[in-house]
């Protein structure tokens, strides 16, 4: 999945493209809504943002995603790794065997979407 940015923030280029790392669906309980978040790398980090921030150039879903179900009731699709317990601050920390990982799992993604 890629998407386009349509808003600026200061881990958003408006205008930009970015490989979807991820999905995130959370519930707003008193309302029951459904919120659709995005996991995108800026080129330093992983970030969540609102799937409406973002106009979808290439929607198919990765063949490297799991589905997974969480005990407060949020839906991810993602890579395993990234459910891992503080697999983001690790990456954040540079820890070897994460960093690893993420650049596995980068190539892979990068590699399903390169050509098209």
């Not at 409406?52 to 890579?79: C, K, M, Y």
Request: net charge negative.
């Amino acid at each position: 999945m890629r998407v386009t940015s349509l808003v600026g923030s200061p881990f958003l280029v408006e205008g930009k493209e970015y490989l979807v790392f991820g999905l995130l669906l959370t519930v707003d309980s008193p309302a029951n809504e459904v919120d659709t978040w995005i996991t995108y790398f800026d080129g330093a980090d992983l970030w969540d943002a609102p799937l409406g921030n973002f106009e979808i150039v290439d929607p198919r879903i990765s063949r490297h995603w799991e589905f997974q179900r969480w005990t407060d009731g949020a839906v991810t699709l993602w890579p395993p790794s990234f459910a891992e317990e503080y697999y983001r601050s690790e990456l954040r920390d540079w820890e070897p065997e994460v960093v690893a990982d993420f650049k596995r799992v980068r190539r892979l993604l990068e590699s399903e979407y390169a050509g098209d």
